[in-house]
């Protein structure tokens, strides 16, 4: 059994044990407190040291770019897919738009890129989730925002409030605060080995219990919908075949060399997707308490099981691409596993569309006969 084989296994009887603890946890604010001390304190602590043991160069601050555009590019893919599956309700398609583009890498993907590709590849990845962190926090806000106005036809408020709170969020969020203090340090020569002996145990400590946490975190959060189920199974299968499409045609045409840099850019982009637009969809929600459902901006119920069912599928897929060593870091195996997860994608819908016609023709027939 080989050594990735061996990771990956163990990572999912993690997930089993969390699963299995769903019982003792008899409140979402018990979940929500393990998810405090992974973002806080052991994702935080991990991804400083990481950032400390790099060399500073110009590719480093290119990363936060390429995330961005990576999430722009699939905002403007998203309607197509929702066109694609038929999904035509008004604050279901609002909320697939905002969520779909989003990217959780803390809890979705660090772990084991720390696991498989090392802390080098920890720091870059954190690196990029800074401009993921703009386009959750700002860019999703405005828009979220603007189409809340113009769906109830509101004059347009002021934002600049809310802007500084979130850019201030943007700042402050532990993880980004580490990675800020982390860069000024490297500027100033500093590194691993300068931090008192304390603090660099301290570190350390946090840093080992992180994977084991996320894990069961993942297996205590895992709830799925059944009757939205294959409808986020098909949305969730799209977006992993474009995001491979997309990442693997890229790094095809500009001669992207290193197999690791193409599997660490491959895995940030299956992230799962984040909390964040669920947040700025709540707050658009609260101000819509007395509006009819139909009337709604957004559909919540579809943003939490798409939430629910996103990090267990990202998960699943990250594990089986890290799992399988370099293979996916070749060009026509990830045309492969684009082309299973598109038709894996399409197969319901598809399904659906040829019921349907049948249907309709035998009812035709049917008129026909009387």
């Given at each position: 059994?080989?050594?990735?084989?061996?990771?990956?296994?163990?990572?999912?009887?993690?997930?089993?044990?969390?699963?299995?603890?769903?019982?003792?946890?008899?409140?979402?604010?018990?979940?929500?407190?393990?998810?405090?001390i992974?973002?806080?304190?052991?994702?935080?602590?991990?991804?400083?040291?990481?950032?400390?043991?790099?060399?500073?160069?110009?590719?480093?601050?290119?990363?936060?770019?390429?995330?961005l555009?990576?999430?722009?590019?699939?905002?403007?893919?998203?309607?197509?897919?929702?066109?694609?599956?038929?999904?035509?309700?008004?604050?279901?398609?609002?909320?697939?738009?905002?969520?779909?583009?989003?990217?959780?890498?803390?809890?979705?993907?660090f772990p084991?890129?720390?696991?498989?590709?090392?802390?080098?590849?920890?720091?870059?990845?954190a690196?990029?989730?800074?401009?993921?962190?703009?386009?959750?926090?700002?860019?999703?806000?405005?828009?979220?925002?603007?189409?809340?106005?113009?769906?109830?036809?509101?004059?347009?408020?002021?934002?600049?409030?809310?802007?500084?709170?979130?850019?201030?969020?943007?700042?402050?969020?532990?993880?980004?605060?580490?990675?800020?203090?982390?860069?000024?340090?490297?500027?100033?020569g500093?590194?691993?080995?300068?931090?008192?002996?304390?603090?660099?145990?301290?570190?350390?400590?946090?840093?080992?219990?992180?994977?084991?946490?996320?894990?069961?975190?993942?297996?205590?959060?895992?709830?799925?919908?059944?009757?939205?189920?294959?409808?986020?199974?098909?949305?969730?299968?799209?977006?992993?075949?474009?995001?491979?499409?997309?990442?693997?045609?890229l790094?095809?045409?500009?001669?992207?060399?290193?197999?690791?840099?193409?599997?660490?850019?491959?895995?940030?982009?299956?992230?799962?997707?984040?909390?964040?637009?669920?947040?700025?969809?709540?707050?658009?929600?609260d101000?819509?308490i007395?509006?009819?459902?139909?009337?709604?901006?957004f559909?919540m119920?579809?943003?939490?099981?798409?939430?629910?069912?996103?990090?267990?599928?990202?998960?699943?897929?990250?594990?089986?691409?890290?799992?399988?060593?370099?293979?996916?870091?070749?060009?026509?195996?990830?045309?492969?596993?684009?082309?299973?997860?598109?038709?894996?994608?399409?197969?319901?819908?598809?399904?659906?569309?040829?019921?349907?016609?049948?249907?309709?023709?035998?009812?035709?027939?049917?008129?026909?006969?009387?």
């Amino acid at each position: 059994m080989t050594d990735g084989l061996i990771k990956a296994l163990s990572f999912i009887l993690f997930i089993v044990i969390g699963i299995l603890l769903k019982r003792k946890f008899t409140s979402k604010d018990e979940v929500n407190g393990l998810k405090k001390i992974i973002l806080l304190l052991a994702l935080p602590a991990t991804i400083f040291i990481a950032l400390l043991k790099i060399q500073i160069n110009l590719g480093l601050f290119l990363l936060p770019f390429l995330a961005l555009g990576f999430n722009i590019l699939l905002y403007f893919i998203t309607p197509g897919l929702l066109l694609l599956l038929g999904i035509q309700d008004k604050p279901t398609v609002n909320t697939a738009r905002l969520l779909i583009p989003s990217l959780a890498p803390g809890l979705s993907c660090f772990p084991f890129i720390l696991e498989f590709l090392g802390p080098d590849y920890l720091a870059k990845a954190a690196m990029a989730d800074l401009g993921n962190k703009f386009f959750v926090l700002i860019v999703l806000y405005l828009v979220a925002l603007r189409w809340y106005l113009n769906n109830q036809s509101i004059p347009k408020e002021s934002t600049k409030n809310k802007l500084v709170s979130l850019i201030k969020t943007l700042l402050f969020e532990p993880i980004n605060a580490f990675i800020i203090v982390a860069l000024i340090l490297l500027t100033f020569g500093f590194n691993n080995t300068n931090l008192p002996i304390v603090l660099q145990e301290i570190l350390n400590r946090l840093s080992v219990i992180m994977a084991p946490l996320v894990l069961i975190f993942i297996g205590l959060s895992v709830r799925i919908q059944k009757t939205e189920f294959l409808q986020i199974f098909s949305l969730l299968s799209l977006r992993a075949a474009l995001t491979i499409f997309i990442i693997g045609s890229l790094s095809y045409f500009f001669k992207v060399g290193v197999e690791n840099d193409i599997l660490l850019y491959l895995v940030f982009g299956l992230s799962a997707c984040s909390f964040w637009p669920f947040a700025h969809i709540c707050g658009v929600s609260d101000k819509e308490i007395e509006v009819p459902e139909a009337r709604k901006t957004f559909n919540m119920e579809f943003a939490l099981a798409i939430l629910t069912f996103s990090l267990p599928f990202s998960v699943l897929l990250i594990l089986g691409i890290l799992t399988a060593g370099d293979t996916f870091a070749h060009y026509s195996h990830q045309l492969k596993l684009a082309s299973i997860l598109f038709l894996l994608g399409i197969a319901i819908p598809l399904y659906n569309y040829i019921k349907k016609g049948a249907q309709i023709k035998e009812r035709y027939k049917a008129q026909e006969d009387t």
